[in-house]
């Protein structure tokens, strides 16, 4: 089972909670955060109820719907910074899909970096309910601060994915990025 609360040098990942709707909106209800996101900008605090407790059932059974971590500052774990987790996980497979988001007022600090190099050190280090072997994530064909963050974690890119989804009422292209164990555990070694 998944134990899902660690720490990184200025960061608490902990679960999301209840109390937590306010920070959500906050968060989605930016423009900045959703421009590249597969959701749109939110529009009250009933979206942002829902959209919490699509991500707090997904939290109650990891193997079938991974997990979504609240990022918090040290010390100030009420406060929501952003989010990131796992999804579409496939036991059989061994593989996991990421996401992550912060508020815009943090970005260029690192934090998003630290917070998701945290998430994929705890889970390859076998904490995840199987054992991971390959995580992917997909952007947007232009996203420049997500594609910087998946590079300076070591992903490389796969390629475009034509028309993988249907948001904001229209069909879009994505770039697939992946991280393999090897490429992990590569990292660890230097
Ligand atoms: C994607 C997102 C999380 C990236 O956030 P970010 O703050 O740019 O990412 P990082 O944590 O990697 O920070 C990198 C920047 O911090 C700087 N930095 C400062 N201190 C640092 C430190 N100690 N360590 C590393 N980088 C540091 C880097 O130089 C870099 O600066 P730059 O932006 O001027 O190039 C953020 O832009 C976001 O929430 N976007 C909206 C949501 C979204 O699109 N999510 C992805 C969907 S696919």
């Known amino acids: 089972m998944i134990a ?63 997990f979504r971590w609240a990022i918090t500052r040290k010390g100030q774990p009420e406060q929501l910074l952003g989010t990131c987790g796992v999804h579409s996980p496939n036991a059989a497979f061994h593989s996991i899909a990421i996401g992550y988001d912060l508020l815009p007022d943090v970005w260029g600090q690192g934090l998003a970096r630290e917070a998701v190099s945290g998430m994929l050190d705890y889970c390859f280090s076998s904490h995840f309910p199987f054992e991971l072997n390959r995580v992917t994530a997909t952007t947007d064909l232009v996203s420049p601060r997500s594609i910087a963050l998946l590079q300076r974690l070591g992903f490389s890119e796969e390629g475009i994915l034509r028309q993988f989804g249907y948001w904001k009422e229209a069909f879009h292209d994505v770039r697939l990025f992946a991280l393999l164990r090897q490429d992990w555990e590569c990292q660890q070694s230097v």
């Open 4 to 66: 899902p609360l660690f720490a990184t040098e200025r960061l608490v990942l902990r679960p999301l909670q209840s109390a937590d709707a306010a920070g959500l909106y906050a968060l989605f209800a930016d423009d900045r955060v959703t421009e590249h996101y597969d959701l749109a900008s939110l529009r009250s605090l009933s979206e942002a109820i829902s959209l919490l407790q699509h991500f707090l059932n997904g939290n109650a059974n990891p193997v079938a719907s991974g």
